[in-house]
């Protein structure tokens, strides 16, 4: 059959897409929003939204199972259902081996760098290496390049993994879903702040685990069990191979599918990149983000924050079952369409010529789920992209806020604040539909590759600066500063490169040279993250050492000392002036209705509390910077945290 025959039939499969346009899945939907929403508007009235505390920080409040259940939420997009699917139904389950990572990173997460950064009393990680190092440009570098970071990794592909999903399922104008999209969900981050997005995330994750189990089991008993799921999955090759000139390895599975570690030198993820360079990612993703760290940041105690991060790591032995072995079932299924491999045919199947394994788990739901369940599965995409990106708006606004912002406008007032981070996510969303077309051609058209790929060549310096700042007091700011800026120079000397020269495809490799692009994305975070060490300690022990008393409780081997911090940067520390005249308060009666309806959707309450005395203040911060635990809750999160590691031991010592 040629191409041209084959287009004509890929293209009539297409248009017979059963859309999402009936009464059940319409119904679902709907009542989905409607949820959400009351969820979201319920967390806005009982929670405090009118300060930096409580809008960013959820005022310290929140017990284990939210925390845990934002944690996989915030982390687990529509790019890990788009992108998780579409490796997996590319080259199997290796993929999976991510995901399983992180069932250590989140126990030192919680043992070892939570208590130092709660210690150290900080709302952002920039924050915390200002005070570790003093100055001001380590703090805004990193934010600067979280916010980039969080453009080009994360909200870039969740946005382009949901469109997707929607142009797949309902035939919409991907800009105009998109569009929607963001509306709704940038309406209740920006009103509702941290405690809304967490329990709204806690909404989320239910329906998402319950979405995705249904159709999990469905793909299983369609291909009729896990053995004959195995036997498929290799056989699964499309019947148009560009009349037998593509080579052999471009349209048939790996013979190492089934296999997590895989050959060092020829795998496409080689076990040591997997062990080693994956850790180094994880290291910046689970330890050092934002993101992730915020959501811990407002934990009730210590043994609340252990919980919520044992509860994330148990739920991330989900997605090799819940999306990557459904991708591979859709390779199954939908063989010509998910599989293709002639240019000109996946043009016509997915609009780009590197492949359609991106479409698995889209094309899954719409053809395999019945009416009602269908739109269920729609809203568990929605309900993923939508969690993941409430929680990348509301860090990357506390970022450009906190760190940024209040350099430019030292004086700023506290509703100021308020109203610059909801206007920077705005900002954000345009940015980052801006970036959308570059990550669609980008790793063969595998989306997760992507994603790593990019963190891979920005996050290895970070992580590097911030393992030594809190495990090696010598470590000065000269030293963390020159690490940082060579080490991104490195890397985005790497990503210029790939992007000049283009990522390829089976059929048409890259010539980038292959000294700069030849090197596996894993291994390049090895190297660099090594690099980025031994810059940061040459320098550090060329030049002059911080004292001790200013390292107080910002180390690990100075985590219990009592005595005061005098903080590097005490300084630059502006204390706020009382207000004056003009910034009265103006009584409830001169307020107009429509201006209070406003101050309380948007959290500015007008409002002020009494005037806290010194040791009332003293004693708040006391309550902030508690990292004490009940002895009993310690041993029981601490036996938990032993058995979640050998978990995972056991699950990647099987799929070996």
Not at 372 to 384: E, K, Y
Not at 499 to 518: H, R, V, W
């Amino acid at each position: 059959m040629d191409s041209s025959t084959w287009i004509t039939r890929a293209s009539a499969a297409s248009n017979n897409t059963i859309a999402i346009n009936n009464a059940a899945d319409i119904s679902v939907i709907v009542i989905y929003f409607i949820v959400v929403l009351a969820v979201g508007l319920w967390a806005m009235y009982s929670t405090n939204r009118g300060t930096v505390g409580g809008f960013f920080l959820a005022g310290r409040s929140m017990v284990w199972w939210p925390i845990g259940a934002s944690l996989f939420a915030s982390n687990i997009g529509s790019g890990h259902f788009v992108g998780l699917a579409g490796t997996g139904a590319a080259s199997g389950i290796a993929i999976g081996g991510f995901e399983w990572n992180a069932l250590v990173m989140v126990v030192i997460l919680g043992w070892l760098f939570v208590p130092i950064y709660i210690k150290a009393g900080v709302v952002t990680m920039p924050e915390y290496l200002r005070k570790r190092f003093g100055g001001k440009r380590i703090q805004i570098y990193l934010s600067v390049l979280s916010v980039l970071l969080y453009i080009f990794t994360k909200i870039s592909a969740d946005i382009f993994s949901g469109a997707i999903f929607i142009q797949v399922a309902m035939g919409l104008n991907i800009y105009v879903a998109i569009i929607i999209l963001l509306t709704i969900t940038a309406l209740y981050t920006i009103t509702g702040g941290l405690a809304a997005v967490i329990y709204t995330d806690t909404l989320q994750t239910i329906i998402m685990l319950v979405g995705s189990i249904i159709l999990t089991a469905f793909a299983f008993h369609k291909v009729e069990g896990y053995e004959n799921f195995m036997v498929k999955y290799m056989n699964a090759i499309p019947s148009n191979t560009g009349n037998m000139t593509i080579p052999e390895r471009c349209y048939t599975p790996r013979p190492d599918a089934f296999q997590i570690f895989r050959n060092p030198i020829t795998g496409d993820l080689p076990w040591p990149g997997l062990i080693f360079g994956l850790s180094i990612l994880a290291l910046w993703y689970w330890c050092t983000d934002q993101v992730i760290v915020q959501r811990c940041l407002s934990g009730k105690n210590m043994s609340h924050v252990k919980a919520g991060c044992i509860m994330c790591g148990y739920m991330k032995l989900l997605p090799m079952f819940l999306m990557v072995m459904p991708g591979m079932i859709s390779r199954i299924l939908y063989t010509d369409e998910v599989a293709c491999v002639v240019p000109e045919v996946c043009q016509e199947v997915c609009d780009t010529p590197v492949g359609c394994s991106n479409i698995a788990y889209p094309t899954l739901v719409v053809k395999l789920m019945p009416n009602g369940l269908r739109g269920l599965m729609l809203s568990v995409m929605l309900a993923s992209l939508m969690s993941s990106l409430t929680s990348i708006f509301n860090s990357a606004s506390t970022l450009f806020t906190m760190d940024i912002y209040t350099k430019i406008r030292k004086q700023a007032s506290e509703r100021e604040l308020m109203i610059v981070g909801r206007l920077f996510i705005l900002a954000l969303i345009g940015v980052s539909i801006a970036w959308v077309p570059v990550v669609k051609s980008a790793q063969s058209g595998q989306l997760f590759d992507y994603i790593q790929s990019i963190t891979s060549y920005l996050g290895p310096p970070i992580a590097a600066v911030f393992f030594l700042a809190i495990f090696c007091r010598r470590v000065n700011e000269q030293g963390a500063f020159w690490g940082l800026v060579i080490g991104l120079l490195i890397g985005l000397s790497r990503m210029i490169a790939e992007f000049a020269y283009g990522t390829g495809s089976c059929l048409e490799p890259s010539n980038c040279p292959d000294i700069i692009c030849k090197v596996h994305y894993l291994y390049f975070a090895i190297i660099l993250f090594v690099i980025s060490l031994i810059i940061v300690l040459t320098v550090s022990l060329l030049t002059k050492p911080i004292d001790e008393v200013h390292l107080y409780r910002l180390c690990w081997t100075l985590r219990d000392r009592t005595e005061e911090r005098i903080d590097l940067d005490a300084d630059d520390m502006i204390k706020p002036e009382e207000p004056d005249l003009d910034d009265e308060i103006v009584p409830d009666e001169d307020v107009s209705c429509f201006r209070r309806a406003f101050n309380w959707f948007c959290g500015l309450d007008d409002k002020k509390g009494p005037k806290l005395s010194k040791e009332e203040e003293a004693a708040m911060q006391l309550k902030l910077t508690d990292t004490t635990e009940d002895p009993f809750w310690k041993r029981v999160v601490n036996i938990n945290g032993i058995i979640l590691l050998c978990v995972a031991v056991f699950c990647h010592g099987y799929f070996a």
